[in-house]
């Protein structure tokens, strides 16, 4: 997933910090998250609780993390990468250290069907703590879709984007496609009715011979920039990801401006993805590292962060404390039906990587 | 020499001749060289799921062994894929169109800077360089408010009538043309403000007194003499924009193919740093190389006037 670049929201916290470090003798543990992905008092509680003082940075893409990783002694204790492919890759990169299971009281409220596919790439689940989870589905302005396209026109469905017919009718009032190859190529496939995860060749082609056909109908491939289009009424159709658009959604409903803002999980299928936390392997404070992720394992604790910020969390002890708009939302926290739908991205040899991200650079520049 | 060294003992000119050129060779050295080699030595390795994720240059095997490992595949890829020639042209014709656009926009201004009264012109100069002031970034983000369908262009066209339906000139090729002709043209400015008031006035009155008309005099008298800032200008202009990476990826549409762009996918999204820094090699041998071929003739010319 990616966030908007909202930068007040993330400073405040910050300067607030700033403040209560005067004392100098104090444990520091350096976080390394997305960008509003914690509730306001998120880390102001964890110093009271514990005394440890947390020191927050922010990136808004999966890219970033991954290279600061790479290039080493990061600095950070603690990060939250998307499970695959990212969180994957590191694990085989050697890039975090496992974690000490016994200071982290409450892994067993997290969800066991979670857990059982996040072990398909963390055996075990060393090192892989699930922090929220979410969709890949569609941001719509339904007002305006159905203004183009008729008041019975279906919105739960790919179609939206991917059928010519209704692309070239929504062009007017705005389509955005997220900047991911995975997503994309994996959206067109599932409207195709193949295997989303495919990388055969003839799926391949097909899903490009989708996608350059209504190339001229996008808008634009982005993967936060359709946050603040959809509240502004800029855009009606955006593929994105379920808490993204439920921000805008609440940025809609404050502006007032008579925009209102629904996220549908397309009924073909759509993306689950699992944001999880690690411990890099040279964190300078691990110590502080597990007695966070032990704090994020509170139920009181997390349930905050999901009323905050939109997204699901693994923990069922906490489903009951969050609020019932969201927890009762059937896009949100999808019924078992509609659950099945929804697929896992598969893990993708590096090779496999660059092919997708070269044929998509092709296929965004409509060569 | 200059007069002042002219009474010092012949050692001491020759130490402070040595500092005098070994200063400025040692910071490009350290700031130019240096990382210039570290970037080629990247770009000959293959890349690995490792930290850093690169193979390294040499390895000592058994007994004194020295194992050199050149890797030249990145370069082939750029040069047998055309996704690659094509960015490069783009990006080249972006800021061919871009230098243009500057010139043209940059030179009345300069010029006319130059020619106002004393006290203007420090208020005229402020004002190009007032907006550094604020970040780079930001200035690029407020262009989205202002070219976007519910922007601030766009609601003042339609208030007045000339269009009835928002232009959607964001997230396409113009909106890149708009951001970047903003963003260089005090780097077009300040280099041809600096030569237009170095030009000695004396000259237009004579080619006035010789019975020149001022438009006539302007381009056989200002515009030759200002060549320098001319090209100064330019290369300020086009060498950044060539690999220009936030402009076209705020303003700019799907189609914005540009190197900048590239290079970014394949560093970040591909992990892929040797092929990375191989079309940062390129991209710099396509841009010093003309520089220095259109430097050396244009000395040559220079020697064959004098």
Same mark, same amino acid.
């Given at each position: 997933?990616?966030?908007?670049?909202?930068?007040?929201?993330?400073?405040?916290?910050?300067?607030?910090?700033?403040?209560?470090?005067? !004392?100098?003798?104090?444990?520091?543990?350096?976080?390394?998250?997305? !960008?509003?992905?914690?509730?306001?008092?998120?880390?102001?509680?964890?110093?009271?609780? &514990?005394?440890?003082?947390? #020191?927050?940075?922010?990136?808004?893409?999966?890219?970033?993390?991954?290279?600061?990783?790479?290039?080493? !002694?990061?600095?950070?204790?603690?990060?939250?990468? %998307?499970?695959?492919?990212?969180?994957?890759?590191?694990?085989? /990169?050697?890039?975090?250290?496992?974690?000490?299971?016994?200071?982290?009281?409450?892994?067993?409220?997290?969800?066991?069907?979670?857990?059982?596919?996040?072990?398909?790439?963390?055996?075990?689940?060393?090192?892989?703590?699930?922090?929220?989870?979410?969709?890949?589905?569609?941001?719509?302005?339904?007002?305006?879709?159905?203004? /183009?396209?008729?008041?019975?026109?279906?919105?739960?469905?790919?179609?939206?984007?991917?059928?010519?017919?209704?692309?070239?009718?929504?062009?007017?009032?705005?389509?955005?496609?997220?900047?991911?190859? &995975?997503?994309?190529?994996?959206?067109?496939?599932?409207?195709?009715?193949?295997?989303?995860?495919?990388?055969?060749?003839?799926? $391949?082609?097909?899903?490009?011979?989708?996608?350059?056909?209504?190339?001229?109908?996008?808008?634009?491939?982005?993967?936060?920039?359709?946050?603040?289009?959809?509240?502004?009424?800029?855009?009606?159709?955006?593929?994105?990801?379920?808490?993204?658009?439920?921000?805008?959604?609440?940025?809609?409903?404050?502006?007032?401006?008579?925009?209102?803002? %629904?996220?549908?999980?397309?009924?073909?299928?759509?993306?689950?993805? %699992?944001?999880?936390?690690?411990?890099?392997?040279?964190?300078?404070?691990?110590?502080?590292?597990?007695?966070?992720?032990?704090?994020?394992?509170?139920?009181?604790?997390?349930?905050?962060?999901?009323?905050? #910020?939109?997204?699901?969390?693994?923990?069922?002890?906490?489903?009951?404390?969050?609020?019932?708009?969201?927890?009762?939302?059937?896009?949100?926290?999808?019924?078992?039906?509609?659950?099945?739908? $929804?697929?896992?991205?598969?893990?993708?040899?590096?090779?496999?990587?660059?092919?997708?991200?070269? $044929?998509?650079?092709?296929?965004?520049?409509?060569? | 020499?200059?007069?002042?060294?002219?009474?010092?003992?012949?050692?001491?000119?020759?130490?402070?001749?040595?500092?005098?050129?070994?200063?400025?060779?040692?910071?490009?050295?350290?700031?130019?060289?240096?990382?210039?080699?570290?970037?080629?030595?990247?770009?000959?390795?293959?890349?690995?799921?490792?930290?850093?994720?690169?193979?390294?240059?040499?390895?000592?095997?058994?007994?004194?062994?020295?194992?050199?490992?050149?890797?030249?595949?990145?370069?082939?890829?750029?040069?047998?894929?055309?996704?690659?020639?094509?960015?490069?042209?783009?990006?080249?014709?972006?800021?061919?169109? =871009?230098?243009?656009?500057?010139?043209?926009?940059?030179?009345?201004?300069?010029?006319?800077?130059?020619?106002?009264?004393?006290?203007?012109?420090?208020?005229?100069?402020?004002?190009?360089?007032?907006?550094?002031?604020?970040?780079?970034?930001?200035?690029?983000?407020?262009?989205?408010?202002?070219?976007?369908?519910?922007?601030?262009?766009?609601?003042?066209?339609?208030?007045?009538?000339?269009?009835?339906?928002?232009?959607?000139?964001?997230?396409?090729?113009?909106?890149?043309?708009?951001?970047?002709?903003?963003?260089?043209?005090?780097?077009?400015?300040?280099?041809?403000?600096?030569?237009?008031?170095?030009?000695?006035?004396?000259?237009?009155?004579?080619?006035?007194?010789?019975? =020149?008309?001022?438009?006539?005099?302007?381009?056989?008298?200002?515009?030759?003499?200002?060549?320098?800032?001319?090209?100064?200008?330019?290369?300020?202009?086009?060498?950044?924009?060539?690999?220009?990476?936030?402009?076209?990826?705020?303003?700019?549409?799907?189609?914005?193919?540009?190197?900048?762009?590239?290079?970014?996918?394949?560093?970040?999204?591909?992990?892929?740093?040797?092929?990375?820094?191989?079309?940062?090699?390129?991209?710099?041998?396509?841009?010093?190389?003309?520089?220095?071929?259109?430097?050396?003739?244009?000395?040559?010319?220079?020697?064959?006037?004098?």
């Amino acid at each position: 997933m990616t966030k908007p670049f909202s930068a007040l929201r993330f400073l405040a916290p910050l300067l607030m910090l700033g403040i209560a470090s005067a !004392s100098a003798a104090e444990q520091q543990v350096h976080i390394y998250n997305w !960008s509003d992905y914690f509730a306001e008092d998120t880390l102001p509680n964890f110093q009271e609780r &514990t005394g440890i003082r947390p #020191v927050l940075d922010v990136y808004d893409s999966n890219e970033v993390l991954e290279a600061k990783l790479l290039a080493g !002694s990061s600095g950070y204790d603690l990060i939250f990468p %998307t499970a695959r492919p990212f969180a994957a890759r590191h694990i085989k /990169a050697g890039l975090y250290q496992p974690l000490d299971k016994s200071k982290l009281p409450g892994l067993d409220k997290l969800d066991p069907e979670i857990m059982a596919s996040l072990a398909s790439s963390d055996p075990g689940n060393q090192y892989l703590v699930p922090y929220m989870w979410g969709t890949s589905g569609l941001g719509l302005n339904v007002d305006k879709v159905k203004a /183009a396209l008729g008041d019975d026109t279906k919105i739960d469905t790919w179609g939206l984007i991917f059928d010519p017919e209704k692309a070239a009718k929504l062009e007017g009032c705005g389509i955005s496609l997220l900047d991911d190859p &995975t997503e994309v190529f994996s959206a067109a496939l599932a409207y195709l009715g193949k295997d989303p995860n495919s990388l055969a060749k003839a799926d $391949l082609d097909a899903a490009s011979a989708l996608i350059a056909g209504i190339h001229s109908h996008i808008r634009y491939f982005h993967s936060s920039q359709y946050i603040t289009d959809l509240a502004n009424g800029d855009i009606c159709v955006a593929q994105g990801y379920s808490g993204d658009v439920l921000q805008a959604q609440e940025r809609a409903k404050e502006a007032n401006k008579g925009v209102a803002v %629904t996220y549908r999980i397309p009924r073909e299928g759509a993306a689950l993805w %699992t944001d999880v936390i690690a411990i890099p392997k040279d964190a300078p404070n691990p110590e502080a590292a597990h007695a966070f992720i032990a704090y994020l394992l509170d139920p009181r604790v997390i349930a905050d962060v999901s009323d905050y #910020v939109f997204y699901a969390n693994p923990n069922t002890a906490a489903t009951p404390m969050i609020d019932a708009a969201l927890r009762n939302d059937p896009e949100i926290y999808p019924p078992p039906e509609l659950r099945a739908k $929804l697929f896992v991205p598969s893990e993708r040899s590096d090779r496999e990587i660059r092919t997708l991200n070269r $044929l998509w650079t092709r296929l965004k520049a409509n060569r | 020499m200059s007069q002042s060294t002219r009474h010092h003992p012949k050692g001491r000119r020759r130490l402070s001749r040595l500092v005098n050129i070994g200063v400025p060779y040692f910071w490009l050295g350290l700031f130019f060289l240096l990382p210039f080699m570290i970037v080629l030595q990247i770009s000959v390795a293959e890349t690995a799921l490792a930290q850093p994720p690169y193979t390294a240059l040499w390895e000592w095997v058994a007994d004194g062994l020295l194992q050199i490992q050149i890797n030249l595949q990145n370069f082939m890829l750029i040069w047998e894929d055309d996704i690659y020639l094509a960015a490069f042209l783009n990006s080249l014709w972006v800021a061919l169109i =871009c230098t243009l656009l500057c010139l043209l926009l940059g030179y009345p201004m300069a010029y006319a800077i130059a020619t106002a009264a004393q006290r203007r012109r420090m208020l005229l100069l402020m004002l190009i360089v007032l907006p550094f002031w604020t970040s780079f970034l930001i200035r690029v983000y407020a262009w989205i408010g202002i070219l976007n369908s519910n922007g601030l262009l766009n609601s003042f066209l339609l208030w007045l009538g000339i269009i009835d339906a928002p232009l959607q000139i964001l997230h396409t090729q113009t909106a890149v043309y708009i951001g970047v002709v903003y963003s260089y043209l005090p780097f077009m400015i300040l280099p041809l403000y600096a030569n237009l008031t170095r030009l000695d006035p004396a000259l237009l009155e004579a080619a006035s007194d010789l019975g =020149c008309r001022p438009l006539r005099a302007f381009f056989k008298v200002t515009l030759p003499l200002s060549k320098p800032g001319i090209i100064a200008g330019s290369m300020l202009v086009f060498i950044p924009v060539v690999g220009e990476f936030v402009i076209p990826d705020l303003l700019g549409g799907p189609s914005s193919l540009m190197v900048g762009k590239l290079l970014w996918t394949e560093f970040f999204s591909n992990q892929d740093w040797p092929l990375a820094s191989a079309l940062a090699i390129v991209l710099l041998a396509v841009l010093v190389v003309p520089f220095v071929l259109m430097q050396r003739l244009q000395q040559n010319m220079d020697e064959a006037a004098s």
